[in-house]
């Protein structure tokens, strides 16, 4: 009997969040499919790995992310977090959300909140390691270009685990909202630590991946 690779995705939101942010707004591409990005990344770890698609499968995924209470929320923000929130579900990744730190600037009407994320990195990197040692997983997937990452790479390829380094390489660029946003992209040293890596911005571009690609995005009904 043929044992499984067991592939185990981990989603730093907010890095997510802004590649997300960039295919859909400038490229025009559309909202990332999940479970398509799951079947990409299915397909791309069986190529590094050298196994068979038919048994490199997605065992699991976790999506983690700070929430601001109800008094933060800004403008349709409550609306869209659910919307994403059952995406994620029908997806079978499990949402983990953690309290960010809100601090309010003004008065009265006039006042607004700086939102700080806390702890979010740390949980994820828990969940990495209990599941590593727990054996649940033989490679990890890590969505995120955070050098904070390095260390929790690092120990999870020493336990004979495969570490697979997903990530948006984007300058800083502005949306046909008049929305600035600054760059997005993977610590060098991050990447080198990682067993294999994965540059969605490159792989979009690959004509060897057109089939995935061209079912890898989708736009919402305006209906």
């Not at 069986?46 to 065992?59: F, G, M, Q, W």
């Not at 570490?163 to 760059?183: M, T």
């Not at 990682?194 to 079912?215: Q, V, Y």
Request: net charge neutral; proline share 3%.
């Amino acid at each position: 009997m043929v044992n499984t690779v067991r592939v185990m995705i981990f989603y730093d939101g907010n890095f997510f969040k802004q590649g997300n942010v960039y295919f859909n707004y400038k490229e025009e591409k559309g909202w990332f499919s999940l479970p398509q990005l799951h079947n990409l990344i299915e397909r791309y770890v069986a190529l590094k790995a050298k196994t068979s698609t038919d048994i490199t499968k997605v065992v699991a995924a976790h999506y983690y992310d700070g929430r601001t209470t109800t008094k933060a929320a800004v403008g349709d923000q409550l609306e869209k977090e659910r919307k994403f929130e059952m995406a994620l579900i029908d997806a079978g990744i499990i949402p983990h959300y953690l309290p960010v730190k809100e601090t309010p600037k003004g008065k009265g009407e006039d006042i607004q909140y700086s939102i700080a994320q806390k702890g979010v990195d740390v949980q994820l990197a828990i969940d990495v390691l209990d599941y590593a040692h727990a054996d649940r997983y033989d490679i990890a997937v890590l969505i995120t270009g955070d050098a904070d990452f390095i260390p929790l790479v690092r120990r999870v390829t020493s336990l004979s685990k495969n570490a697979v380094i997903a990530y948006f390489s984007i300058d800083s660029w502005e949306d046909n909202r008049g929305i600035k946003h600054s760059g997005t992209y993977a610590s060098k040293a991050l990447l080198d630590a990682a067993s294999w890596c994965l540059n969605f911005n490159d792989l979009i571009k690959d004509r060897d991946w057109k089939t995935e690609i061209n079912s890898l995005f989708f736009k919402p009904s305006k209906n």
